[in-house]
Structure formats: C-alpha cells, structure tokens
C-alpha cells in the first residue's frame, strides 16, 4: 500500500506538466513527420493540425521537445511554401505537407512507405518499415549512434532495391540523416544520442512523448529505498541546427552510405535541405 502509494505521488509529479494526449479524430489532419503529428497530438500545436503559423510552430517546438527556433523556422517555412496557389500564405495545414518529394515527403523513410509502393500514402505510420529499424536495436535499452545510423542505411538500400521509382539523391540524403539525428536528439541526447529505446518506439508508433514510461523501478528491502527511473523529458540542451549537424557528422561515417558526389555537409546545406532546396545547387525543388 505504501509503496503503491509513492509510486502513484512521483508518476503524479512526472506527468501534471505536460499536456495529455489526445488521439486525432475524424476531422484532424496529420502529416508524414511523427514528430510535428506528436505536437499536434499533445496540443502543444493545434490538435487539429490545421492554421500552423511560425509563431505556433517555434513555441510548440520548444516547449514540447526543446527544439530551437532557427530549426522551426526552417520547417515552418516550408510548410508555407506547401500551401496551394499561395504565395503569400501565413499559415498551413500539416497534412499540406504529404506531397510527394518536398520535405518533410520523401522516400526511405523511417517510418512511412514509399509514395510509389503505397497507392500514394506517404504519411501513415507503417509498422513493416519501421520493424526494420527496430531489428537493429534488437537486445539494446538504449539507442546509439553507430546503430541508428546502420538502421538508417538499411532503410534506404531495402527501397533502392523494390522501389523503381524511388527519387534519393543528395536532398533526401540530409533529410534522411536529419530525422535520424532529431529522435536521438530529442528522446536521447542531443551531444551523445543515447536514450531508452522504448521511448523511441513509444514516439513512433504511437506520436505520443512517453513521459509516462516508467523505466525501472529498484525495491530494497522492505520498501527501504526506492528508486524511480520516472518517464521521459524533454533534454536540457536544445535541440538546432548545429547540434543536428554535429550529430548528423557522425551519423553518415558510422552508416557506411557514400556521401552523394558533390554534397558538402554543412549548417548551411541542412538548412538548405529542410527548406526544400537542393543542398548541392541550392535551387527550389518545388513548383511555387
């Protein structure tokens, strides 16, 4: 009793900060990026993933997972440009963001299958694709970077070879490395990239924070002493452009995937990248 009651104060203490989720319904729209669908899902952007503005996007960014405004803005950005017929747009809906081959879309995803292997859906989670990533944590409690980024390769040589139509040059490259290194930012460290793999399978298959994830519990004794490896919270270092480049820097040597000829990664070419231009001739890949 004693001990049921501890535990329930400190899960109480662990989850009262943070906006409970609520799974989309009927009229709520989604997009193909877990991590803008998790936002949206706990209501640090609108749960009904519609009207997105840069103001929205950089606070609910930064309260949700501590991600840096220079990367929101990057993102949001984007999302403008993907409004139809718009130049002039100030806000958008996430699932404006499902087009085929303009970030956040494209091909080899960790968690989506390929537009061309799937009738056209790109933005729904799929478990196959995703079990890929998941084997290479296989016995592991935490991720790294050496295996995230071999998860990530395996990822994009099994669509080179049954997707005939696969577009995977130098833009989806970075993209690629990008997401990679976002969710061993965010549920891991944004320096080391170590994090419990379950909060990683938690975020994806479900777009939900696991800050009611319970690691570990420890009883010594008769209640004696107690110890509470209690749910997820966002790091204490943001997350941003640098630290993603720092981290992608050692993702792509520990892969073993060629370098796309040409691509010189940079803050600037994944700034580049996440805003829809190619990252080797900078031009728009995007029909405005």
């Given amino acids: 009793m004693y001990t049921a009651t501890i535990l329930s104060v400190l ?38 993933g519609k009207n997105m503005t840069l103001p929205i996007l950089i606070a609910g960014l930064k309260n949700g997972m501590n991600v840096g ?21 100030t806000s958008f809906d996430l699932n404006q963001l499902d087009e085929h081959n303009f970030p956040i879309e494209h091909d080899a995803s960790l968690s989506r299958a390929d537009y061309y292997l799937n009738n056209g859906d790109n933005y729904s989670f799929n478990q196959t694709n995703f079990d890929q990533v998941l084997a290479f944590y296989e016995g592991m409690n935490e991720t790294s970077i050496p295996v995230a980024a071999k998860a990530k390769y395996a990822r994009v040589q099994t669509e080179l070879a049954r997707d005939p139509k696969i577009t ?44 009611d994830e319970v690691s570990a519990i420890m009883i010594y004794g008769m209640v ?22 720092l981290m992608i820097l050692q993702l792509v040597p520990d892969s073993g995937e060629p370098i796309p000829e040409g691509l010189t990664i940079t803050e600037q070419t994944l700034k580049q990248a996440f805003g829809g231009y190619d990252p080797i001739t900078g031009i728009l890949r995007h029909a405005l």
């Fill in 168 to 211: 995977y040059g130098a833009l989806q490259f970075v993209l690629s490395y990008g997401e990679t290194a976002l969710y061993l930012s965010v549920f891991g460290n944004p320096t080391t990239g170590v994090g419990p793999v379950e909060y990683v399978k938690t975020f994806f298959e479900e777009e939900r924070l696991p800050y």
């Fill in 11 to 48: 899960f109480s203490l662990t989850t009262a900060q943070y906006p409970a989720y609520v799974a989309p319904g009927a009229d709520d729209v989604r997009c193909p990026c877990p991590a803008l669908n998790t936002l949206a899902n706990h209501g640090f952007i609108p749960h009904d």
């Fill in 69 to 89: 405004a220079d990367f929101a803005t990057v993102i949001g950005s984007l999302g403008l440009m993907s409004v139809p017929d718009n130049l002039l747009a």
């Fill in 224 to 245: 004696q002493y107690l110890r509470l490896l209690q749910g997820w919270t966002p790091p204490t270092e943001e997350t941003n452009l640098t630290t993603l480049l």
